[in-house]
């Protein structure tokens, strides 16, 4: 009966979060060890809280809000900072603008920059669109990644929404092209197509280079603290978000040796994406030709 009780404890401290509201809620047993992930005292061996995935309010004044697509099961990202009311888009899709200018609207905030970890070869960017419906917006993407944006980014540059920031890292592997987005606290990891939970992207086309990949991940990504949440531009069994830790411990792919992630990526006969010959053009012109 004891042990079937210490085993409620965290979930019932996962309600005591939604219902008060979490942020100074939590009981003193429940160790924080990130925004928006709590665990108890035992990380591995406990049940893990994810609070982040609904509804993600940071003592930072911080605005978070992880969005899906299913078509591509493509993660779009919001960020904002709470009392200038200026975001960011992560990787927009152009099926779910509408929804995503709906929320942007609701919430009234003034949606800076639409900015894409990479030239994406499986969806149309929202990019494009969003440009056309938003005076001022400016679009991003990586100066290696061969597309036209308002915004070329490099190693090293901030994206500025209100106080915050996200800075980039390049990450190429998947495509030169890739960026992984880090918010100022390192809590945050956007990490495109470069880092996947427990996989990451394909390196069998678009300039891609299992051995670039390999490199980006363990220096730019492996390298932030190990409760840095992961938040990747897809996942494909409905996982929201890892951690750098996590990542460094479980992924199939990455723990392994450079050689053997070589032979694992060369070995794994994926079909050609559907899209990529639309998809690609695309992109290139954020998203839509007549831009
Ligand atoms: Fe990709």
Same mark, same amino acid.
């Given at each position: 009966m004891c042990s079937f009780v210490n085993r409620l404890k965290p979930v019932l401290a996962y309600s005591l979060c939604f219902q008060k509201g979490y942020s100074r809620k939590v009981p003193a047993h429940i160790k924080h060890i990130g925004p928006g992930l709590r665990t108890s005292k035992q990380p591995l061996d406990s049940v893990i809280i994810r609070p982040y995935c609904s509804r993600m309010e940071f003592g930072k004044g911080l605005f978070f809000r992880q969005l899906f697509e299913s078509e591509s099961s493509t993660y779009t990202y919001l960020l904002a900072d709470?009392?200038?009311?200026e975001a960011v888009l992560i990787d927009p899709v152009l099926e779910t603008v509408e929804r995503d200018l709906k929320l942007v609207e609701e919430l009234g905030f003034n949606l800076k920059v639409a900015v894409n970890t990479h030239c994406h070869a499986d969806h149309i960017t929202g990019t494009g669109l969003l440009k056309n419906r938003l005076f001022g917006m400016k679009s991003a993407i990586s100066r290696h990644s061969g597309a036209s944006a308002d915004i070329l980014l490099s190693e090293g540059d901030k994206i500025h929404f209100g106080k915050h920031h996200l800075s980039v890292r390049e990450t190429p592997g998947? @495509?030169?092209g890739c960026v992984t987005l880090v918010t100022e606290d390192h809590s945050?990891?956007?990490?495109g197509d470069a880092l996947l939970i427990r996989g990451c992207g394909r390196t069998d086309f678009q300039q891609g280079c299992s051995r670039k990949l390999y490199e980006s991940v363990h220096q730019?990504?492996? @390298?932030?603290?190990?409760?840095c949440l992961v938040f990747p531009?897809?996942?494909?069994?409905?996982q929201t978000a890892s951690t750098v830790g996590e990542e460094k411990r479980f992924n199939p792919r990455l723990t392994k040796s450079m050689e053997e992630f070589v032979d694992i990526m060369v070995n794994l006969n994926l079909p050609k994406p559907a899209k990529i010959d639309i998809a690609v053009p695309a992109n290139l012109v954020c998203g839509l030709h007549e831009v």
């Open positions: 709470k009392e200038s009311r998947h @495509t030169d945050m990891a956007f990490t730019k990504i492996f @390298t932030l603290p190990p409760q531009a897809h996942d494909y069994k409905g």
